[in-house]
């Protein structure tokens, strides 16, 4: 057997046991259910592991990642993922999380073409359309692209916010923020984009839903 496949399988034992050393009762604990108080919606990039980046352990993060971290109101797995997340696990906060370096956001700056991907980039592309004057008055490339991670980030917050299931949970009373972080890879650090938005106030009207 390849030698890495066969120390996934090693490791998964030495963790089993580092777990039960420290209680025995672990896994059954964590058997009897969930109620996490957050989800996360981030890049499916190697180098953002949700639960590690914030220390939350097993049980505390319900997760949904896709590249880019995009909020696509067709995406029937974002979908589900918010319904569940907001509706049957109460869910008190939302963190769409992206990251400087993100290669989906690199991709939709420029015009290459990576073949089915590039439908999937298409989202992407739309915010640059909608920032173009910052973004093109950003001379530095570095810089712009840093922008562009931010500002994916804003989107997609934004149009969390625009489902119906969020502004659903918000006109019932259902206690729920949404935030935008960026993740630094190479400092570890994340930067907040959206603190907290917690009512459909800021959308534009033609997205606030009347129940
Ligand atoms: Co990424």
């Not at 949700?50 to 909020?71: D, K, M, S, T």
């Not at 029937?76 to 993100?102: E, F, P, Q, T």
């Not at 625009?162 to 949404?178: C, D, P, R, Y």
Request: aromatic share 10%.
């Amino acid at each position: 057997m390849d030698t890495y496949y066969k120390s996934l399988l090693d490791k998964n034992k030495e963790w089993v046991k580092s777990k039960l050393d420290l209680d025995p009762e672990y896994f059954q604990k964590l058997s009897k259910g969930q109620s996490p108080p957050l989800l996360w919606i981030g890049c499916a990039d190697s180098r953002v592991p949700a639960n590690e980046i914030i220390g939350a352990q097993p049980g505390e993060v319900f997760v949904h990642r896709n590249i880019a971290n995009l909020v696509v109101h067709t995406d029937m797995n974002m979908l589900s993922v918010v319904d569940y997340a907001v509706n049957v696990l109460k869910v008190k906060h939302v963190i769409v999380c992206g990251h400087y370096g993100c290669g989906g956001i690199q991709a939709a700056m420029s015009s290459k073409s990576f073949g089915l991907i590039d439908n999937w980039i298409r989202h992407i592309k739309n915010t640059y359309r909608l920032h173009q004057e910052e973004l093109d008055s950003i001379k530095d490339e570095n810089k712009r692209f840093d922008r562009y991670v931010e500002l994916n980030v804003w989107e997609q917050v934004f149009d969390l916010a625009k489902t119906s299931i969020i502004q659903n949970a918000w006109n019932s009373g259902q206690e729920l923020s949404l935030h935008g972080w960026v993740y630094s890879i190479k400092y570890g650090i994340v930067k907040e984009v959206i603190s907290k938005l917690k009512n459909n106030s800021q959308l534009d009207t033609v997205y606030q839903l009347d129940f």
